[in-house]
């Protein structure tokens, strides 16, 4: 193949930019993937055992080497077994971007009824914005999971099931703070309330601010491994937040809440 362009005597073609293109692709994606998660930390520890391998290898500290080639020789499984839940997201991300997949450009150029009209998750929107605004307005504490998945994994042994439809009154009498339903998180999947009262993992990321409790703390709990929203109003401030990708924004207003659900519903959940 003809060169493209020589640079310290090495001879580049449109192959190696290329190369170079899905690498520095594939590290962003797994850059968006892993920060703010537990399992940043572990990558940067990874990454440092290799880093220390190298330094010792060019050093010629045999022992040390040698301890660090065996680690290293295990590393690749040991990979798979801590980020399989990356791995499982990370490949659902390129899933979602090949040019076939539903939600990717040539799928919308193609197929116009793609283009179709987004009544039901405009009103799911509306909904679910009114009542988030009037639990806000009121301090009543409220955590509402939006999913794209009915395999959401939570603990039906403590919750309520429901077949709802999502209406604004609904959301709010059921975070009322007599309600027999308010504790706990509200699971959405569709256009169908399927559960309240339910008890969501607890993250442990240490990154959280500290002044962040267990209703916020179960939000991004249940977004770290899975595509799901979360949107919670804090009872002791009225202040609106939400958790995706194991990530928390604090504070957000109606409208930005309101760009993230449209985002989520209408453009597909976060990769
Ligand atoms: N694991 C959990 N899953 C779902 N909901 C939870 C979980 N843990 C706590 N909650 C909810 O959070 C409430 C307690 O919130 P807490 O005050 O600890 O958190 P917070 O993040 O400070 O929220 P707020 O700002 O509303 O006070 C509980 O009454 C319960 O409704």
Known sequence: MEDLFQFNGFRYNWLNVLDLAIVIFLVIQLYRLLKGSLA???????????????????????ILTLILQNFINIGLIAIIIIFQPEIRKFLLVLGKKAPLSKDSFFTKLFLPDKFK?????????????????????????????????????????????????????????????GSPLHDGALIIVG?????????????????????????????????????????????????????????????????????KLYEVLVEGYPG
């Open 40 to 62: 940043f930390n572990i990558f940067v520890g990874l990454l440092m055992v290799y880093f220390a391998y190298f330094m010792v290898e060019l050093l010629h500290m045999p």
């Open 117 to 177: 009209s987004y009544k039901e998750e405009e009103n799911i929107i509306d909904e679910v914005v009114t009542a988030v605004s009037h639990m806000a307005a009121t301090s009543t504490g409220a955590l509402i999971v939006l999913s794209n998945s009915y395999r959401v994994k939570f603990d039906t042994a403590s919750s309520i099931s429901l077949d709802s439809n999502i209406n604004a009154k609904l959301l709010e009498s059921i975070f009322c703070k």
């Open 191 to 259: 256009n169908k309330i399927l559960a309240a009262k339910v008890i969501l993992p607890v993250s442990e990321n240490p990154n959280l601010p500290l002044q962040v409790g267990l209703r916020h703390r179960s939000a991004v709990g249940i977004t770290e491994h899975s595509d799901n929203l979360a949107i919670v109003v804090s009872e002791e401030r009225g202040t609106i937040s939400y958790a995706e990708d194991g990530t928390l924004t604090q504070d957000v207003s109606l409208e930005d809440l309101k760009s």
